[in-house]
T-cell receptor, first 116, second 116 residues
Framework: AQSVTQLDSHVSVSEGTPVLLRCNYSSSYSPSLFWYVQHPNKGLQLLLKYTSAATLVKGINGFEAEFKKSETSFHLTKPSAHMSDAAEYFCVVSDSMDTGRRALTFGSGTRLQVQP | EPEVTQTPSHQVTQMGQEVILRCVPISNHLYFYWYRQILGQKVEFLVSFYNNEISEKSEIFDDQFSVERPDGSNFTLKIRSTKLEDSAMYFC??????????????FGPGTRLTVL
């Protein structure tokens, strides 16, 4: 079984300050990990994905995440928040590399607020 | 950039009625998915569909649910006799296998189903 825990339901930062959204996972296999973002009235957009290559993954819009197996974490960071980053962020795990199952398992989401 | 589209954006129905949620996946994609998110809960996998048949389904996807690809462009989710607990946001997704595994799932904006 696999699961994802997003440690913060809401995060509020000031524009121009760093962003840290925390995610811990549990998987019986070598997981693939994703971060998706959802802006209001939009679909879930892929920010980045980890698939056992480099542990530091760079995504769109300046976001990156680091896979730490020893800590079972995949935290999302950005050096400087922009107003347009305000959205809901989902950490997602897949064990498809080992099982062939395509079902994604989602975390509960973190709502990021960016204050001017 | 190609997008997954879903109609309607909001559907209100009476308990016991049948509803059909519609999705147009990205045109060259081969796998299609439905997920749902009950208010305040996590996004949950329902079903995946490939080569005109269900390839994977969750425990949630019981006999009241069915999926269909009635033509070359649409992918539908039917709920035969809706219950109050079916009220949720339903997300459609599609993916194109091949290249770097696992393939990325692209999501639509969702249909909010309200059962009264």
């Amino acid at each position: 079984a696999q699961s994802v825990t997003q440690l913060d339901s809401h995060v509020s930062v000031s524009e121009g300050t760093p962003v840290l959204l925390r995610c811990n996972y549990s998987s019986s296999y070598s997981p693939s990990l994703f971060w998706y973002v959802q802006h209001p009235n939009k679909g879930l957009q892929l920010l980045l994905k980890y698939t056992s290559a480099a542990t530091l993954v760079k995504g769109i819009n300046g976001f990156e995440a680091e896979f730490k197996k020893s800590e079972t974490s995949f935290h999302l960071t950005k050096p400087s928040a922009h107003m347009s980053d305000a959205a809901e962020y989902f950490c997602v795990v897949s064990d498809s590399m080992d099982t062939g199952r395509r079902a994604l398992t989602f975390g509960s989401g973190t709502r990021l607020q960016v204050q001017p | 950039e190609p997008e997954v589209t879903q109609t309607p954006s909001h559907q209100v129905t009476q308990m016991g009625q049948e509803v059909i949620l519609r999705c147009v996946p990205i045109s060259n994609h081969l796998y299609f998915y439905w997920y749902r998110q009950i208010l305040g809960q996590k996004v949950e996998f329902l079903v995946s569909f490939y080569n005109n048949e269900i390839s994977e389904k969750s425990e949630i996807f019981d006999d009241q649910f069915s999926v269909e690809r009635p033509d070359g462009s649409n992918f539908t989710l039917k709920i035969r006799s809706t219950k109050l607990e079916d009220s949720a946001m339903y997300f459609c997704a599609s993916s194109l296998p091949g290249g770097h595994y696992p393939d990325t799932q692209y999501f639509g904006p969702g249909t909010r189903l309200t059962v009264l």
